[in-house]
């Protein structure tokens, strides 16, 4: 393999892999009202659970601008979203947002699509489920 060819190839795939990529880093949620109530920001009153590590994020926001039109139609009109009814496909970022001067780093569930409906066992951590 020529020198050049070699030296284009590794900085391809350097750039590759320095990209971010929301489809490696989504995953599947169950988003929820937790039932937690708080008495300043920020607020841990939601969280996910992510259920490929089963790891439950507390105090997590949820972004739904990404979500398709009829997606976004469907968790504005209702409360699927915080009662934990529905899976949604997407990642956590992490957002500095500034309480009382203080900056802090948040996670953040950006949803791109609604997967299915969740099952009981997935929305064990809702406050919806345990009343």
């Known amino acids: 393999m020529s ?20 489809a490696m880093a989504e995953s599947s949620y169950v988003y929820c009202d937790n039932g ?4 300043k920001a920020p607020c841990p009153s939601n969280s996910a659970l992510d259920l490929a590590t089963g ?9 739904t601008s990404r979500l398709p039109p ?6 504005d ?3 699927v ?9 997407g990642s956590i970022e992490h957002r500095t947002q500034t309480f009382t ?8 569930l950006v949803a ?6 969740a099952k009981d066992s997935e929305r064990k951590h809702c406050f919806s489920h345990k009343q």
Request: hydrophobic share 45%.
């Open 55 to 63: 790891k439950i994020i507390k105090g997590v926001s949820i972004d």
């Open 70 to 75: 009829k997606d976004k139609a469907m968790t």
């Open 101 to 108: 001067g203080k900056d802090y780093s948040l996670p953040w």
């Open 3 to 22: 020198g050049l060819r070699h030296a284009f190839l590794t900085a391809t795939a350097l750039l590759v892999c320095a990209l971010p990529s929301s």
């Open 112 to 117: 791109t699509s609604i997967v299915r409906t």
């Open 81 to 89: 979203l915080y009662a934990g009814r529905t899976v949604v496909r």
């Open 36 to 39: 937690l109530r708080c008495f």
């Open 77 to 79: 009109a209702s409360d």
